[in-house]
C-alpha cells in the first residue's frame, strides 16, 4: 500500500484510472481489495468501483477524489460491498450493482450490455457469472491503445478464481471467459492483485488451467467412483492445498463436479 504523511493515497493504474488498496488483505482477498476511481482527464467527476470494506479511512480517501458521480460494485461479497452505503452516505452517489440488494440511493440494478455516461466516461457493463451469479465487469474501451477492463473477482492479478458454487457454476464461468476473452488486448484492472496485460490471453490461460483441473477431477474420479464427495475428491487433487483455502478448494471442486456430470447427463 502506498501511503503519504497523512495515511493511503491513490496509485495511477491506467490512463483513466486510479485505485487504492484496502486494508483488508486475506487468503481470499491477497493484499486486500483494490478501489478504483475512474475519470476523463480534465474531468472534476470520477466514478468509484468497488468500495471495498468499511474502513473509515479508506473511504475517506475515495470520498475525496473528486465530485463522486457514481459508485459501481462488480459483486456482491463483502470485500467489496460492505462500504458501499457508508460511501454513498459521505458523497451522495447512487450505488449500482446487478444485484438489488446492494443498490443505494437512486441507483438501479446494472444491465448486462448498457453504457454508463460519468464522470466524461463511457463504461460498458459486461455480465461475467461464475465467480457468483451477479459478477460483471466494467470495460473502458477508450482507456490507453486496447481500452481496459475492471474484471473484479472473475479475475485476480494473480492464482486464480474460486466459484461461489451454487451460486457460481463453471458452466458460466468459461462462458464468461469467452465473453472476456472477445475483448482481446484491453488491460485487466482485477479487484485482487496487479495490473494484467491482455485480457484475452489471460482468459485463455484460465480455460486452460480449469481444463487442467477438470482432467485432474476426472483422474480422481476414475479411483475413487463416480459419487465421491467433493471433500474427497479435494484431498485427492489438492493433498498439498494451505487450510486457510480448503473451504475455497472444496466449493471449487463441487463446482466442477457438478459440471462433469452435468455433462456427462446429455451423453
Not at 75 to 88: C, E, F, K, Y
Not at 95 to 101: K, M
Not at 226 to 241: G, L, P
Request: charged share 20%; hydrophobic share 40%.
Amino acid at each position: 500500500m502506498v501511503t503519504s504523511a497523512s495515511g493511503p493515497v491513490l496509485q495511477r493504474s491506467s490512463a483513466l484510472t486510479q485505485f487504492i488498496l484496502a486494508p483488508n488483505p486475506g487468503p481470499m482477498s491477497l493484499d486486500g481489495t483494490n478501489s478504483y476511481v475512474l475519470r476523463a482527464p480534465g474531468h472534476a467527476g470520477a466514478v468509484v468501483v468497488d468500495p471495498g470494506p468499511l474502513d473509515e479511512a479508506h473511504l475517506q480517501v475515495l470520498a475525496g477524489a473528486g465530485s463522486v458521480e457514481l459508485i459501481l460494485v462488480t459483486h456482491r461479497h463483502a470485500d467489496h460491498t460492505a462500504g458501499s452505503a457508508r460511501l454513498h452516505q459521505l458523497t451522495g452517489a447512487p450505488v449500482r450493482a446487478a444485484d438489488p440488494a446492494h443498490c443505494h440511493g437512486t441507483g438501479e440494478p446494472l444491465v448486462d450490455g448498457e453504457v454508463i455516461s460519468a464522470a466524461g466516461l463511457k463504461v460498458s457493463v459486461v455480465a461475467t457469472p461464475g465467480h457468483t451469479s451477479d459478477s460483471v465487469c466494467f470495460h473502458l474501451p477508450g482507456d490507453g491503445p486496447h481500452g481496459s477492463v475492471l474484471s473484479g473477482d472473475t479475475i485476480l492479478g494473480r492464482g486464480t478464481t474460486m466459484l461461489d458454487y451454487p451460486d457460481g457454476t463453471l458452466a458460466d464461468y468459461l462462458a464468461s471467459l469467452d465473453t472476456l476473452e472477445a475483448l482481446g488486448r484491453a488491460t485487466v484492472l482485477p479487484a485482487h492483485g496487479p495490473v494484467l496485460p491482455s485480457v484475452a490471453d489471460i482468459a485463455q490461460a484460465y480455460r486452460s488451467h480449469r481444463m487442467e483441473r477438470l482432467a485432474q477431477i476426472r483422474e480422481a474420479l476414475d479411483g475413487l467412483g463416480r459419487d465421491a464427495a467433493a471433500d474427497d475428491v479435494t484431498d485427492a487433487v489438492y493433498a498439498d492445498v494451505d487450510p486457510s483455502v480448503r473451504r475455497a478448494a472444496e466449493t471449487s471442486v463441487a463446482a466442477q463436479l457438478d459440471y462433469l456430470r452435468r455433462e456427462a447427463a446429455k451423453e
